[in-house]
């Protein structure tokens, strides 16, 4: 059954066509790669189903409901939860609290109390605190929870924003290449974890990425962009084969 499901989807900037007329669907329980060249529309893509940008035209569809156009913590508290291409942690605040961040929706009154040290442990805070370390137990990063941000290396920085992402158990995450700038053996290991949370913990994943080791391995389904059209959608052997794809590479 398709959780996602994108209806001619376009978004233009001025009189750029970012995203054109793009039909696309996720099923329930899916890991999909969304590829292309750079330039071709995927983060455009992302930021429309997570409401980060309106569409233009066209429908999105998430869990049986409209989605379109709706603002993105409500996309969000529908069960749609993303990272950036970008980093975005608070590098002075610990590890534990930047993961259980969107758990608490006045979030920038306790930031400024933390800041401020002036931070009252509540029970929602402790509960909060408990989940986040449990989520760091998965990404065997626990050592790190009361240390900040800014003692993490590259690699574990990307991993705590997966867990931030995970933290509002989603049903859908949206990955915008998470593998950039990971050494091998980490990449490694984000290919794991991104296993497990589709078999463990059941959540469908849409995966922007680079690096094709990482759509291989994982993808069940890519579905590929080129100057913001669908030129392909199927198994990614069969997709890396497709003579219009590897134009799309080749020919830039
Ligand atoms: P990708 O993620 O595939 O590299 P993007 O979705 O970032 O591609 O960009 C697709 C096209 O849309 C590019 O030509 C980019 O310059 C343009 N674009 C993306 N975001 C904006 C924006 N906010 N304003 C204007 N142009 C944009
Ligand atoms: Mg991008």
Not at 16 to 21: D, F, H, I, L, R
Not at 28 to 47: D, R, Y
Not at 65 to 71: F, K, N, Q
């Amino acid at each position: 059954m398709a959780l996602l499901t994108c209806e001619g989807v376009t978004r233009t900037f001025g009189g750029m066509v970012a995203v054109n007329e793009v039909d696309l669907h996720v099923n329930e329980g899916e890991i999909v790669g969304l590829i292309g060249p750079n330039g071709s529309g995927k983060s455009t893509m992302v930021n429309l189903i997570t409401g980060v940008l309106p569409p233009t035209s066209g429908r999105i569809m998430f869990d049986g409901r409209d989605i379109t156009g709706l603002p993105s913590w409500k996309i969000n508290r529908r069960g749609i939860s993303r990272t950036f291409q970008l980093l975005r942690l608070f590098k002075s605040l610990s590890v534990a609290d930047n993961i259980s961040m969107p758990l608490h929706p006045r979030h920038r009154a306790g930031l400024l109390a933390s800041i401020l040290g002036r931070s009252e442990a509540t029970a929602e805070d402790e509960a909060s605190y408990a989940q986040a370390c449990e989520l760091l137990d998965l990404f065997e990063l626990r050592a790190f929870a009361d240390r900040p941000a800014s003692d993490l290396s590259i690699g574990q920085q990307r991993m705590v924003e997966l867990a931030r992402g995970i933290i509002v158990n989603p049903k859908l995450f949206v990955l915008d290449e998470p593998a950039a700038g990971l050494s091998p053996p980490n990449v490694d290991k984000l290919i794991a974890l991104i296993r497990r949370l589709r078999d463990e913990r059941g959540i469908t994943i849409l995966l922007v990425e680079h690096v094709m080791r990482v759509v291989q391995e994982l993808c069940d389904r890519v579905i590929v962009l080129d100057y913001g059209t669908k030129i392909a959608d199927g198994p990614p052997r069969e997709v890396s084969e497709d003579p219009k794809v590897v134009e799309a590479y080749i020919g830039g």
